[in-house]
């Protein structure tokens, strides 16, 4: 009977930790990634021309990248949606971009004469500048320090600061993976991208304070039980939860990602992405690093027999 209840407890520990260092190694690759590549800033940031049209025709992404070529020889982004039909080119802002300005009608006339002679329908064009860019770095990066900070001082008071470690070694772990995988593929990081780093920020929270939670009432009802036990029972107790929430907002966020086009696929990635590393690390990252810094099953227990003190 004995090595029937302590197995599941050794497999789920051996899960833990090699989940915990390989976590580990993907946060190593993702900083390498960041201070290597950075990131491919989009042109809410950096400032430039966005230029939106669609073809009557679906058009290969290899034949429109050679036909923009001849005109935006400076270089561009390039992005389609709906099979070839929707098409977004950006620009950055710098004076041959904006003498270039008729690219799209010298386009027009080129591809009309193209065998099925398609036609091109703008849709849109908008210009922001680099000083609206800056703007909007500066006051991203101060939402994401406001939220960091309200987060860290909520964590102190409502856990014990291990328990309160782990959670924010999950966070940190979650908001790196999403920025290495933006900065290893080259893809545009703009405002709805920032966006997403912000939801992912609370969703991962989530996840942690509901382990958390159980953790320490284990801890409390079950001192005598060993650590491993205690956070296998706390994870077994709340995966049923997690992985059915992570599965609905999934199904959601893939539904963005396939349907709303591609003024929202950067959202849809960086959402998706920390969904699933968020799931993971409530499980390898914050149930691992408080036992890991040495929190015993019986902490409670001594804490309440301790004489009152002043803090």
């Given amino acids: 009977m004995k090595n029937i209840n302590t197995s599941p407890v050794a497999f789920l520990t051996q899960f833990r930790m090699f989940g915990f260092y390989f976590s580990m190694g993907l946060v190593l690759l993702a900083l390498v990634g960041l201070f290597s590549r950075g990131l491919n800033l989009g042109l809410d940031f950096t400032g430039g021309y966005l230029t939106e049209f669609s073809t009557s025709e679906s058009i290969s992404q290899q034949q429109m990248q050679r036909a923009l070529s001849a005109y935006l020889p400076d270089g561009f982004g390039l992005s389609s949606a709906e099979q070839g039909h929707y098409w977004t080119v950006r620009q950055a802002d710098n004076a041959s971009s904006a003498k270039g300005a008729d690219w799209l009608d010298l386009l027009a006339k080129e591809m009309s004469a193209w065998p099925g002679a398609i036609s091109i329908i703008p849709q849109d064009a908008i210009y922001m500048g680099s000083q609206v860019g800056e703007e909007l770095i500066e006051q991203g990066g101060l939402a994401l320090l406001t939220a960091t900070i309200v987060i860290l001082l909520y964590l102190a008071v409502r856990f014990e600061w291990r328990l309160a470690t782990g959670a924010v070694a999950a966070l940190c772990h979650d908001v790196i993976l999403v920025l290495g995988l933006f900065a290893w593929t080259g893809l545009s990081f703009d405002l ?7 939801a992912i920020i609370g969703y991962s929270l989530n996840d942690s304070i509901i382990v958390g939670d159980k953790v320490r009432e284990l801890m409390k009802s079950q001192s005598s039980s060993s650590m ?26 893939l539904s963005v990602w396939l349907l709303a086009g591609a003024s929202l696929s950067g959202f849809s990635v960086a ?23 040495g929190l015993t099953a019986d902490y409670y227990q001594k804490r309440a027999e301790m004489p009152c003190q002043l803090p």
């Fill in 192 to 198: 709805t991208v920032l966006a997403g780093i912000l």
């Fill in 271 to 293: 959402l998706f992405t920390g969904i699933i590393v968020g799931t993971f690390s409530s499980v390898a990252i914050s149930a691992t690093v408080p036992q890991l810094l």
């Fill in 228 to 253: 491993n036990t205690i956070i296998k029972l706390a994870i077994k107790s709340t995966l049923v939860r997690t992985l059915i929430t992570s599965g609905t907002t999934l199904a959601t966020i």
